[in-house]
């Protein structure tokens, strides 16, 4: 039986300074998924399914990432925590189709005959969890948030003072202490990274260089 993976504790020593900290989370966004989109998409003249559906997995990062970032600088928790949760499922989805390829016509033309079934992210988080072990632990909390369980309830009320115990609420969105933006920028730095990796490897799988060409390596920023 395979182990759980340990939890490994997020370093925010570099997210202490808030402007610092929403630069880190905006890693690579919006450029980097353009270029990952130019790198593997320009010049191809057989527009297949394969090629779509990469277009489609850079498109929805890019989104989740601009919306991350614009809901982070809002202070709108409630936003922020969920469009994390969609953004951890759409790396899960890409790093499964790098190995397990066939996947790739479940996502374009749904369940049938001579195609992979449906795989639920519990399956997908065991399938990728060498690549990366700490989605599946990311991914109950932010679940948790997203379907309204405890962690949610009570992200909405924040402790002013422990030993007065005293506790204030209000219905404008807001961070319930800085250490939960610090958490999400964090979240959001990490996640780019793996997001623009699983991408560039995600466009030589479905859309491989011509014979005897080269693709050129790329640093994203």
Not at 146 to 169: C, K, M, P, Y
Request: glycine letters at 4%; proline letters at 5%.
């Amino acid at each position: 039986m395979t182990s759980e993976p340990e939890r490994i504790l997020l370093d925010l020593s570099k997210f202490e300074d808030p402007q610092e900290a929403m630069a880190l989370a905006a890693y690579g966004c919006p450029k980097s998924y353009t270029e990952v989109a130019m790198k593997h998409m320009m010049d191809r003249n057989d527009l297949t399914t394969d090629f779509m559906l990469f277009g489609s997995f850079v498109s929805r990062m890019r989104g989740l990432h601009e919306g991350v970032i614009r809901e982070i600088d809002a202070s709108n928790s409630h936003a922020v925590l969920p469009l994390i949760r969609a953004w951890v499922e759409t790396i899960a989805i890409a790093l499964y189709v790098l190995r397990k390829p066939s996947y790739a016509d479940y996502l374009l033309y749904g369940p049938g005959n001579n195609r992979p079934a449906h795989k639920t992210f519990t399956a997908m988080f065991h399938a990728v969890r060498e690549d990366a072990s700490q989605l599946k632990l990311v991914y109950g909390e932010l679940s948790d948030y997203s379907h309204f369980g405890s962690l949610a309830v009570w992200n909405a009320h924040s402790i002013d003072d422990e030993e007065q115990r005293t506790v204030s609420w209000t219905d404008t969105p807001r961070w319930r202490d800085e250490k939960h933006f610090q958490v999400a920028c964090a979240w959001a730095h990490e996640l780019s990274q793996a997001g623009l990796d699983a991408l560039d490897r995600l466009g030589e799988l479905l859309i491989p260089t011509a014979p005897g060409t080269v693709s050129k390596p790329h640093n994203y920023t």
